[in-house]
């Protein structure tokens, strides 16, 4: 791979949901996952983004009504101002 193959950051965020899924072609993941060694940012993104969805899953598997009320109340009003 030449510096004309390299992934940039962009790059890298509108492809993360295909890495995650496993549906990257071979050459793409491998540029991904250069890039993931040469970039803490993106390094830091993937591990948030992939927290995230073991969070959802967990809360999906679990129901909302698990969650502290004042949490809940918080997210609620969190995504009801979200534009």
């Known amino acids: 791979m030449n ?3 390299a ?6 965020v ?9 549906a990257l072609d071979l050459d793409t993941r491998a ?8 970039c803490d940012g993106c390094e830091n993104y993937l591990q ?4 995230t969805i073991e969070t ?3 809360l999906g598997k679990s129901g909302p009504e698990t969650l502290d009320p004042a949490f809940r109340d918080k997210l609620l009003t ?3 101002d979200w534009q």
Request: include cysteine.
């Open 56 to 58: 959802l899953d967990t």
């Open 48 to 51: 948030q983004l992939r927290g």
């Open 78 to 80: 969190a995504f009801r």
């Open 31 to 38: 540029r991904f996952d250069t890039h993931l060694l040469e």
């Open 7 to 12: 992934m940039d950051c962009h790059e890298l």
């Open 14 to 22: 509108e492809l993360v949901t295909a890495y995650l899924d496993g």
């Open 3 to 5: 510096a004309d193959d």
